[in-house]
T-cell receptor, first 114, second 114 residues
C-alpha cells in the first residue's frame, strides 16, 4: 500500500529565510505527487504537482519541489518565506492501483517569525 | 463564482444522533470526495463518487453514508455507528476522477459531538 511521511510536524522559520519541507513516499511504481497548503480552518489549495518529466516542478506562490526517485522524496522549497506562508502543508501521493485516490501525509505546520 | 460550498461551518451533535453534512459544487465536476481530517493524521478518504448515481467506499467508510442523486450535490451522513465522529470534514471535487485533474476543496465543516 502507498504511504506518505512528513517527518516534521512543526517548523518555524524567520521571515525572509529559506524553507524546505520534507516528504517521503512509499509506492511501487512512478508516483503522482502533490503538495497542498491549508490556512487555518480552511480547505486545501494545490501548490504544485509532479506527474512525469522534469523532476523540478514550479508551483504557485513561489514554491517549488524536487522529485528524487532514489530517495523516494518530494521536498517542497521556497527561497524566501513571507509571513503569509504560515499555514499547514500536506504532501500527497496518487495511485492508479487505488482507483486514482490520494493518500495524504500527516502535514507540517509552518510558523513564520517576524 | 464557481466553487464548492459546505454547510454548516460548525455543527454540534449529541451522541446517538445522525447528522448530515452538505456539499454542493457548481463547477460541473463529475467526481466528488469526502475526507476526514484529524490533528496530525492528514486527510483520510471516507467516500468518493466518480459519477452521479455511483459512489465507492474509501479508507474509513464505517459509520458514514453518502448519496449522489445530483451531479452538484454529495451529502455525507454521519451515523450513530461512527464511534469518534468529532473531526473536520472536507469535501472536494474534480472534473474527472483522473489524477491529472486537480481536486478543489470546500472550506470544511467542523463537527463536534457533545
Amino acid at each position: 500500500a502507498q504511504s506518505v511521511t512528513q517527518p516534521d510536524i512543526h517548523i518555524t522559520v524567520s521571515e525572509g529565510a529559506s524553507l524546505e519541507l520534507r516528504c517521503n513516499y512509499s509506492y511501487g511504481a512512478t508516483p503522482y505527487l502533490f503538495w497542498y497548503v491549508q490556512s487555518p480552518g480552511q480547505g486545501l489549495q494545490l501548490l504544485l504537482k509532479y506527474f512525469s518529466g522534469d523532476t523540478l516542478v514550479q508551483g504557485i506562490k513561489g514554491f517549488e519541489a524536487e522529485f528524487k526517485r532514489s530517495q523516494s522524496s518530494f521536498n517542497l522549497r521556497k527561497p524566501s518565506v513571507h509571513w503569509s506562508d504560515a499555514a499547514e502543508y500536506f504532501c500527497a501521493v496518487g495511485s492508479f492501483i487505488a482507483g486514482n485516490m490520494l493518500t495524504f501525509g500527516g502535514g507540517t505546520r509552518l510558523m513564520v517569525k517576524p | 463564482d464557481g466553487g464548492i460550498t459546505q454547510s454548516p461551518k460548525y455543527l454540534f451533535r449529541k451522541e446517538g444522533q445522525n447528522v448530515t453534512l452538505s456539499c454542493e459544487q457548481n463547477l460541473n465536476h463529475d467526481a466528488m470526495y469526502w475526507y476526514r481530517q484529524d490533528p496530525g493524521q492528514g486527510l483520510r478518504l471516507i467516500y468518493y463518487s466518480q459519477i452521479v448515481n455511483d459512489f465507492q467506499k474509501g479508507d474509513i467508510a464505517e459509520g458514514y453514508s453518502v448519496s449522489r442523486e445530483k451531479k452538484e450535490s454529495f451529502p455525507l451522513t454521519v451515523t450513530s455507528a461512527q464511534k469518534n465522529p468529532t473531526a473536520f470534514y472536507l469535501c472536494a471535487s474534480s472534473s474527472t476522477p483522473a489524477l491529472r485533474d486537480e481536486q478543489f476543496f470546500g472550506p470544511g465543516t467542523r463537527l463536534t459531538v457533545l
